[in-house]
């Protein structure tokens, strides 16, 4: 009997969070059950999921960024039925393909000349994997120095990066050489730790994913410049960033930088099949490859199958085709305008701040002392509460999908699909003020769903 994969979701959907219970993250599914995040997500298109009942969800999360061009579209699944139907030679290995030569050459046209090397991968952990290990045959060197606060993946090298600590928790020790965490600005300390002349590469993400944090002024180009200086190499995280997310092609470009290695992932696969890539300076990349014997001496199986480089081709012309870049950095900058008229209005935000279509609105203690009084209750149970209680508002009576923007942070992050216009960004600002309008009331129904997360998190710590 054939598998009705049609039939099986009609008559199942629904199950989801059952079916994950007893088979899967069951901690996953309890913690979306208790924080309202538990809806059944039927259909999607653009920037707009729904439910069963057809209702629709403005996706201001677009799967961490995976969806900068939305859901489902046309062109890319063309680009997939197009693959499928020509039974093209797919993973033979020991070959070299068309389609992963054609998505090499269209994404160096996207960079400056120097990054004129690709390397294709699966997920973006899997890229910054790659990256340690072409810095380190590249120059001989065995450190690696990462930010504070920074995030570049969950599998152990990458991990060894990580500047929140609450990922490493349980997982130590980690690789040798990548304990160091510069802070973003502290020039001297990098300087420092550069001139012991053992550093293979300095990682960075050009606007960090937790909390959405960028340097002000001139720190990346010093940076660079100290990285020139001391022979290490210069690598861009640009996994969230890339592909328009911050309003040009890529988040470097924000500080007209030249990185020696950027990583890609999330949005070139268009939001269908997994598809990463490493983009090197030539000579970097041959550090690794650098006899025949080692031709395939950091290699992947799935890294370049047809169906990715289809998506990944479809997904570039798709971004240029509909200005998605340059829409990205209008609507950013229309976005940003309007949620600092929400913050003259509304006690508890302290900041806005964002890259293109990559926003925060930190919230801070108010001077009221009837909300202050609300907001040290919640920061004595949980530091996440106030934030939590936030999105899970905007999620549960106004139907849009953001996030907490990290651990211990009062920061809540939106990564809008950069199709968006001006009716998504009237309707997230018109939701975010009436939900700070509610928080206004203490005590009220808002407040009381903080202290119910709290609860419900104790209840399942027993």
């Known amino acids: 009997m054939p598998l009705d994969l049609k039939e099986i979701i009609t008559t199942r959907l629904g199950e989801n969070y059952q079916l994950h219970e007893k088979h899967v993250n069951r901690t ?215 592909l328009g997310r911050t309003g040009k092609w890529f988040g470097f470009q924000q500080w007209d930088l030249e990185p020696d290695i950027i990583t890609i992932a999330k949005s070139l696969s268009g939001g269908y099949v997994p598809v990463a890539a490493i983009v090197a300076r030539r000579a970097v990349y041959q550090g690794t490859f650098s006899r025949l014997d080692r031709c395939v001496v950091h290699s992947t199986t799935f890294g370049r199958n047809n169906l990715a480089m289809a998506c990944g081709l479809a997904t570039l012309q798709v971004i240029e085709d509909e200005g998605l870049v340059e829409n990205a950095a209008r609507m950013g900058g229309l976005l940003l305008e309007k949620l600092n008229t929400l913050k003259a209005k509304h006690p508890f935000i302290k900041e806005v701040r964002g890259k293109g279509l990559m926003v925060a609105i930190e919230f801070q203690e108010p001077k009221e002392l009837r909300l202050r009084m609300g907001w040290q209750l919640l920061q004595k149970v949980d530091k996440n509460l106030f934030t939590q209680m936030v999105v899970t508002s905007l999620l549960t009576r106004h139907r849009i999908l953001s996030q907490v923007a990290g651990h211990n942070l009062f920061v809540l992050k939106i990564l809008p699909p950069l199709i968006i216009g001006e009716k998504e960004i009237d309707q997230f600002v018109n939701a975010l003020d009436a939900v700070m309008n509610e928080c206004r009331k203490f005590p009220g129904p808002l407040w009381d769903l903080g202290m119910r997360f709290f609860k419900s998190s104790l209840s399942f710590a027993r």
Do not use: W
């Open 28 to 242: 996953l599914a309890r913690v979306q059950q208790t924080i309202g995040f538990d809806k059944v997500y039927a259909t999607a298109k653009g920037a707009y999921l729904y439910d069963m009942d057809g209702q629709p969800y403005l996706d201001f999360l677009s799967g961490y960024s995976v969806f900068n061009i939305g859901r489902n579209h046309p062109a890319v699944a063309k680009a997939i039925r197009d693959v499928l139907d020509l039974d093209l030679p797919n993973m033979v290995q020991m070959d070299c393909s068309l389609l992963s030569g054609l998505l090499a050459e269209a994404l160096v046209k996207k960079l400056p000349p120097h990054l004129d090397a690709v390397f294709f991968a699966n997920s973006g952990t899997e890229a910054n994997e790659g990256a340690l290990k072409f810095a380190r045959a590249a120059t001989g060197r065995p450190r690696l120095l990462s930010l504070e606060s920074a995030f570049h993946g969950l599998s152990l090298g990458a991990l060894s990066l990580m500047g929140c600590e609450s990922f490493q928790e349980g997982f130590g020790p980690f690789l040798p050489g990548c304990d160091q965490r510069i802070e973003m600005g502290d020039l001297a300390t990098l300087e420092k730790e550069l001139a012991k002349g053992d550093v293979a590469g300095f990682v960075f993400e050009p606007v960090q994913g937790k909390g959405v944090k960028f340097p002000d002024g001139d720190f990346f180009k010093k940076a660079q410049e100290l990285c020139r200086k001391h022979g290490t190499l210069f690598i861009a995280d640009e996994v969230q960033t890339g």
